[in-house]
């Protein structure tokens, strides 16, 4: 497994327990918080749903979702299960995708491959509404998949990233500087909300606390309740 895959199996078995991922949805007054240990289930779930859905190592997984919502949990934790098996992360529409994965605004967004899409609900659960034909909800399915963690031999020099500015390998997504500490999270560009969220935390033995909204009051509020540097 890559260098990062390995990270979130020590923060998973050495620190399980800890908090890794907070986040608040403002407009919904959600708070999701996910454990070290939790979110690798999420992520080992993603990753055998990626492979059900024929993902290889070096497919590219498109996640318009990673624009539109690049600091939702769901979005940190699809992006980590594609890594597991190797894919490459790309956070947009693109031609060669093998999965394309989508919010729930952008259900009937063109895409490539198969589309995953995700409701977002406060409490995971799936679409209400019947989806189209050939798309595939990821809260329904992914709950099916096996919890037993599992990774693709993927080299570290393999991509792993790619975006309209960068392309990152496994080993530069490992060497993003470590954060020890709990700190806030605001959402903005897909690369640097991943990496405040959860490659720096995750890396560093910290925790993020995302907060996605604009009510400076409640943001005031949060930063205070939940500690955060």
Not at 104 to 116: D, F
Request: contains cysteine; aromatic residues 6%; proline residues 8%.
């Amino acid at each position: 497994m890559t260098a990062l895959v390995a990270a979130l199996v020590r923060r998973a078995g050495r620190d399980g327990g800890r908090p890794l991922v907070t986040y608040y949805d403002l407009a919904s007054v959600a708070r999701t918080e996910l454990s070290g240990r939790t979110f690798a289930n999420w992520a080992d779930k993603t990753y055998h749903l990626l492979v059900e859905l024929d993902v290889l190592p070096g497919d590219e997984v498109a996640m318009p979702l990673a624009a539109s919502h690049p600091g939702h949990w769901v979005t940190l934790a699809l992006m980590a299960g594609a890594w597991q098996a190797g894919a490459v992360v790309v956070p947009s529409a693109t031609p060669d995708a093998a999965v394309t994965v989508v919010g729930p605004g952008e259900v009937g967004l063109e895409a490539q491959g198969v589309v995953l899409a995700c409701s977002l609900h406060p409490l995971g659960f799936g679409f209400s509404d019947p989806l189209p034909a050939g798309v595939v909800d990821f809260s329904v399915e992914v709950r099916s998949q096996p919890d037993a963690h599992a990774a693709e031999p993927v080299p570290e020099s393999a991509l792993g990233w790619r975006d309209g500015e960068r392309m990152l390998s496994h080993a530069d997504l490992a060497a993003i500087p470590p954060v020890p500490a709990r700190k806030l999270v605001r959402p903005t560009t897909p690369l640097a909300t991943v990496t405040a969220a959860y490659l720096g935390p995750l890396l560093g033995g910290g925790s993020a606390v995302v907060v996605a909204g604009d009510d400076e009051t409640a943001l005031t509020r949060i930063a205070r309740e939940e500690r955060v540097g």
